[in-house]
């Protein structure tokens, strides 16, 4: 696994605790106490995103809206279903332990990674190679191996390509 870089908000001092561990040598954290400005640095650089709310942030969640990045959210009460509704979010109850936090992101991060791996953009269209779709809107159409593959060979040559 590279080196991930996760934005926390909420709380100083489990950035500081995940920064002391030698267990979590393989992260670097960024600490927030700007929610914006976590979600920014989450959307811009697509990371792995940790939110703590707390009684004294507990207005900040209804801001998080679903993203692109995936979200570890940990609070000691239960998160309104709407932001668990994301794909690439998870929730995780006070108190925890802190093998149980790596183990979660260590797996949030692999699905994310082989969901954004398995899309790709081609013009209007995103195909997806997993679930063997061309998808337009609201339009899908089922695609064979075959044909996933040609699509891809013709978008990534700009000249004709011989039989």
Known sequence: MDKLTIPIFGNKILSEIINELNLF????????DDLNLCIKDATDHARLAIFF????????????EIN??????????????????GKFVEQLSTPFK?????????SLWAK????KSSLINLRDY???KNERKIKNNNLE???????ISFLILFSQNSEPLSK
């Not at 692109?68 to 509704?85: D, K, R, V, Y």
């Not at 994310?112 to 969901?115: H, I, T």
Request: hydrophobic share 40%; glycine share 0%; net charge neutral.
């Open 25 to 32: 040598s393989k992260f670097n954290i960024n600490h927030y």
């Open 53 to 64: 709310i707390t009684a004294s942030n507990r207005a900040t969640y209804e801001k998080i």
């Open 68 to 85: 692109n990045f995936p979200l570890i959210i940990i609070t000691q009460t239960s998160i309104p279903q709407n932001i668990l509704s």
């Open 98 to 106: 802190v093998l149980d936090l790596e183990k979660m992101i260590i």
């Open 112 to 115: 994310y990674k082989f969901q």
């Open 126 to 128: 995103i195909i997806d």
């Open 141 to 147: 159409l089922q695609l064979t191996e075959k044909e």
